[in-house]
């Protein structure tokens, strides 16, 4: 078997991490950085990720998340976050990083800036829609990555977003929360991590033509 279908039988959505033990912060930086290489659309990033260590903060944050204790028991507990508005201020950043990476001037991106401010054209409803999209792609990369770590996750949006966006001080910030994962090791008492893959056939998922 390759081996990244091992690691993608072996992750599952942890319900019970270990409170004693951590990953490293050199582990950490390594999942940081896979978010930093997550694709999205027209390459625009609308993320920052949240990093929340502290132990006060994350125990308020269990009654925001319906009483789940994998927000604080994990090792670290990463929120995923939207900009609250996608302005052209955000257009212009882009473009300016873009240019200074690929050396070129922002004005040679001209048209390129024309296209992507249709994001910025949307309805705030339609900008939310849009960052959320990109966001679980973020999601995705990060399980995946910590799966070939080994280390544990649970995805989750069972959690109140208001309430998380004021325990953190995120609209100071401008931003609001999307998804939470967090990431550590599984506790030995935790009867999830011995159930069966509740998958459909390949068949049953595939059309091929
Ligand atoms: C976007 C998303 C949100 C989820 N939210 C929660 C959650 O709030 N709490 C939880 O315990 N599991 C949550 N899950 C875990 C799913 O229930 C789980 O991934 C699914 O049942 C498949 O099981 P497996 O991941 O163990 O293979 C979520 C999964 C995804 C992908």
């Given amino acids: 078997m390759e081996k990244i279908i091992e690691d993608l039988n072996w992750r599952y959505a942890c319900k ?6 951590q990953i490293s912060e050199n582990q950490l930086n390594t999942l940081l950085e896979a978010l930093r290489l997550t694709p999205s659309s ?11 260590e502290n132990k006060d903060l994350r125990e308020k944050l269990v009654t925001a998340s319906w009483n789940q204790k994998q927000v604080r028991d994990a090792s670290h507990l990463i929120v995923m976050c939207a900009p609250k508005t996608l302005d ?3 257009i212009d950043n882009y473009v300016s990083d873009t240019a ?5 001037e922002p004005s040679d991106l001209a048209g390129f800036k024309k296209m992507l ?3 910025p054209n949307k309805s705030v ?3 939310a829609a849009w960052s959320k999209n990109q966001i679980y792609i973020a999601l995705g990369n990060l399980m995946t990555t ?3 770590m080994r280390i544990d996750t649970c995805p989750m949006e069972g959690f109140k977003p208001k309430e998380y966006d004021e325990i953190l001080g995120l609209n100071e910030l401008g931003l609001t929360s999307v998804l939470v994962c967090p990431v550590g090791y599984r506790s ?3 009867k999830y991590s011995g159930l069966s893959k509740v998958r459909y056939a390949k068949d049953d998922l595939t059309i091929r033509i």
């Fill in 42 to 52: 027209y390459g625009l990033q609308p993320w920052k990720f949240v990093v929340v």
């Fill in 100 to 104: 200074k990476t690929r050396g070129q």
């Fill in 125 to 127: 409803e339609g900008q």
């Fill in 88 to 90: 052209e201020s955000f």
């Fill in 117 to 119: 401010m249709m994001i």
């Fill in 16 to 21: 019970q991490f270990d409170p004693n033990k």
């Fill in 188 to 190: 030995d008492e935790d």
């Fill in 146 to 148: 910590c799966a070939q």
